[in-house]
């Protein structure tokens, strides 16, 4: 399923395009520098918790249970695209309004979030193969990515709160807390708000997903 705006429905589509770095063609998720391009949700969870179809609002739906699925593992779905799983996808307030009280009886087996490693062409009903490979893993606690993507800030430059969102996969009203964070982490002066040090150059995360993950 896609949606083609985040106001949009999830859209049933018979085939989708796989875009490597990308994420899902026509996808309003689709962004080279998120950890969170697609979601996949499993069966078991709908029949666990008796959901409507569509209910999680995933990209892919398989047979397996991702909550047993290891962040850095590679899944090759159909012939040729590759998904790099990279961390649980929390559950939010809004499946609630489909079922009051799921989301927290759900909890991680919402699904797992993936970047496209390699394209291709995804169709309802192709195989699903978890290779050997593994790569680094993300942290399901949004604190510890945010640490990891910190630490990854060239020095001399300095990243500003939205897009240390957009890294670290996290919705931009996390960034009101984030000033504490990095405090905390002693990071103070390489995250800010907008317009924040301006004499710094800005990092924005080239990279990121080509060396080792946090």
Aim: charged share 20%; net charge positive.
């Amino acid at each position: 399923m896609v949606r083609p705006s985040l106001r949009d429905a999830p859209r049933a589509v018979p085939s989708v395009d796989a875009i490597a770095g990308l994420g899902l063609g026509g996808d309003a998720h689709a962004d080279p520098l998120s950890p969170r391009q697609v979601l996949l949700a499993g069966a078991p969870a709908y029949a666990r918790h008796g959901l409507p179809a569509h209910a999680l609002r995933e990209n892919l739906l398989l047979d397996i249970d991702t909550a047993a699925l290891l962040s850095g593992s590679l899944l090759r779905v159909g012939p040729q695209a590759v998904l790099r799983l990279t961390f649980a996808c929390e559950a939010c307030g809004y499946l609630d309004k489909r079922q009051p009280g799921v989301a927290a009886a759900i909890g991680r087996a919402r699904g797992m979030l993936a970047r496209v490693a390699c394209g291709g062409t995804i169709g309802a009903g192709d195989p699903v193969v978890l290779l050997p490979a593994r790569l680094p893993a993300w942290d399901d606690d949004w604190r510890a990515r945010v640490a990891a993507v910190l630490a990854r800030v060239p020095q001399g430059m300095v990243i500003e709160y939205r897009q240390l969102a957009r890294l670290a996969g996290v919705q931009p009203v996390y960034c009101r807390a984030f000033p504490r964070l990095v405090r905390k982490l002693g990071l103070g002066h390489v995250a800010v708000p907008m317009a924040g040090q301006p004499e710094k150059p800005r990092w924005h995360g080239n990279g990121l997903f080509d060396a080792p993950a946090p």
